[in-house]
């Protein structure tokens, strides 16, 4: 009877955490000069894949967008004009300290 409990509940808590992550939306850096090609680069333990002018994270986490993973990508990749999705984003002040010397 217990394995049949904890197999239920294992199954509820999967479904739960897969509805939830499904609901996250990309994030999205714009940089202000475009990458020369197609770049694969880990920001604050979230992956990111960079064209153009824009660095898309498809599944991002809980520090995705803080200015920890702006000033990576900024090492990488130059000034960051803008860094969230379409609910939040990081605050203009953020964004000057995260670029730093290159704004």
Same mark, same amino acid.
């Given at each position: 009877?217990?394995?049949?409990a904890?197999?239920?509940?294992g199954l509820?808590?999967?479904?739960?955490t897969?509805?939830? +992550?499904s609901?996250?939306?990309?994030?999205?850096?714009? #940089?202000? /000069?475009?990458?020369?090609?197609?770049?694969? %680069?880990? $920001?604050?333990?979230?992956?990111?894949?960079?064209?153009?002018?824009?660095?898309? +994270?498809?599944?991002?986490?809980?520090?995705?967008?803080? #200015?920890? /993973?702006?000033?990576?990508?900024?090492?990488? %990749?130059? $000034?960051?004009?803008?860094?969230?999705?379409a609910?939040?984003?990081?605050?203009?002040?953020?964004?000057?300290?995260?670029?730093?010397s290159?704004?």
């Open positions: 009877m217990r394995l049949a904890a197999l239920a509940t509820m808590l999967s479904m739960f897969a509805g939830s +992550a609901a996250m939306e990309p994030v999205v850096a714009k #940089l202000r /000069a475009a990458t020369e090609k197609k770049v694969k %680069f880990v $920001a604050a333990g979230t992956i990111f894949q960079s064209e153009g002018t824009q660095c898309v +994270a498809a599944v991002p986490n809980y520090r995705t967008i803080t #200015l920890e /993973a702006c000033r990576q990508l900024s090492r990488r %990749f130059g $000034a960051i004009d803008s860094l969230g999705d609910r939040r984003s990081l605050s203009s002040e953020k964004l000057a300290t995260c670029n730093g290159r704004a």
